[in-house]
Nanobody, 122 residues
Framework: QVQLVESGGGSVRAGGSLTLSCAAS????????MGWFRQAPGKEREGVAI???????NYANAVKGRFTIAKDNAKNTVYLQMNRLKPEDTAMYYC????????????????WGQGTQVTVSS
């Protein structure tokens, strides 16, 4: 059974940092494209970052230079390090797996988690 469990969300002031984690089970984790997307109330879902099976990465322009995606194959876990957070980063953040094509924009998700809330105050 596929399961993705996100953690690490919270409330921070602008300029702060958070690290999100996503523990995956039910997949041969390292073989799949994984990523993070977010959705704020009243807004469209937005791809944030992806990491391919070969560990290549891509980011949305809005987070490039501030966010870093990484994975630990031994732990079946993908991370999103978020630095210099802005109020506009406030959203529910979701982890996704088996993203096809493996892209920040336009990918279809094989599965995703329940999400973790990130709130950034000014």
């Amino acid at each position: 059974q596929v399961q993705l469990v996100e953690s690490g969300g919270g409330s921070v002031r602008a300029g702060g940092s958070l690290t999100l984690s996503c523990a995956a089970s039910g997949y041969t984790y390292s073989s799949y494209c994984m990523g993070w997307f977010r959705q704020a109330p009243g807004k469209e879902r937005e791809g944030v970052a992806i990491i391919a099976s070969d560990a290549s990465k891509n980011y949305a322009n809005a987070v490039k230079g501030r966010f870093t995606i990484a994975k630990d194959n031994a732990k079946n876990t993908v991370y999103l390090q978020m630095n210099r957070l802005k109020p506009e980063d406030t959203a529910m953040y979701y982890c996704a797996i088996d993203i096809r094509p493996c892209a920040v924009v336009g990918g279809v998700f094989g599965a995703w988690g329940q999400g973790t809330q990130v709130t950034v105050s000014s």
